[in-house]
């Protein structure tokens, strides 16, 4: 019989779980206090152990602590805001001015994260089939480090909310890089129950069972899956009658 290999103790386990369903996109929550070195070190160490296809670890990161590119990250993000208030119609426009979509000032660190496409070389192992597996592999270092970021108590928030090229200006970018998110990171009063978006009532959060699907696009039911579609239907009934609010 193979040995199988070994997991997590019960506490660990639940440490993992914690930091998975009590994670936060956190925009206006930020504490007026710096982020230690060694702290951060070990954020960035955890971005940086993230997986990627063909090993080719494609992300570069701008680490941000100066008010003055905080600030005019802050302009060309709040200029981006206007712009895409004008997509909604009313009230949905008026509803999402009200939104805090970034903390970009607030927020004792920022970390630009950038794909370049080119690490690695031209015939990066898995990624001629699918030129996108550089940026799939950049979000992984993201989950690592916001995951991460949690289990220390830091909250973190993703903005996307911003011209590339507005971005490649203020931060000296070269063209062949793709930045694909603002982190703002620092101390928090409290971590929010609920996502912000769904404590809004701009967004719910899907069941699990709609996204599912059984051996093929659109089929929902099959026996060899029943006991699981079962399993799922019962936890779900019980964070009804008793909310976890994670």
């Known amino acids: 019989m193979a040995k199988r290999a070994n997991g997590f103790n019960r506490t660990e386990r639940e440490g993992v779980y914690k930091a998975i369903f009590t994670r936060r996109d956190i925009r206006?929550?930020?504490l007026h206090l710096p982020i230690p070195d060694p702290l951060l070190a070990?954020?960035?160490r955890a971005a940086h152990h993230a997986p990627?296809?063909?090993f080719m670890q494609p992300w570069d990161l701008v680490l941000i602590r100066d008010p003055v590119v905080k600030e005019e990250l802050h302009r060309i993000a709040e200029k981006e805001r206007m712009a895409s208030a004008c997509i909604f119609e009313e009230p949905r426009a008026s509803e999402f001015l009200k939104l805090k979509v970034e903390g970009l000032r607030e927020a004792p660190v920022v970390i630009c994260i950038a794909v370049d496409p080119t690490r690695g070389g031209p015939h990066v192992l898995g990624k001629n089939s699918d030129e996108d597996t550089a940026l799939y592999s950049a979000c992984?270092?993201?989950q690592n480090l916001w995951l991460a970021a949690r289990a220390e108590g830091i909250?973190?928030?993703w903005v996307t909310i911003y011209k590339k090229a507005d971005l490649r200006s203020v931060l000296g970018l070269p063209p062949h890089l793709n930045p694909i998110g603002l982190l703002c990171l620092g101390y928090v009063e409290a971590f929010p129950e609920r996502p912000m978006l769904e404590s809004a009532g701009w967004a719910k959060r899907l069941s699990v069972l709609t996204v599912l699907h059984f051996?093929?696009?659109g089929?929902?039911?099959d026996?060899?899956?029943t006991l699981l579609r079962e399993e799922i239907k019962e936890t779900l009934q019980k964070k009804a009658e008793k909310p976890d609010r994670r």
């Open 28 to 30: 206006k929550e930020f």
């Open 42 to 44: 070990r954020l960035i």
């Open 52 to 54: 990627s296809v063909g």
């Open 140 to 142: 992984c270092a993201i």
């Open 155 to 157: 909250g973190m928030g």
């Open 215 to 217: 051996e093929k696009w």
């Open 219 to 221: 089929k929902k039911r």
């Open 223 to 225: 026996r060899r899956w």
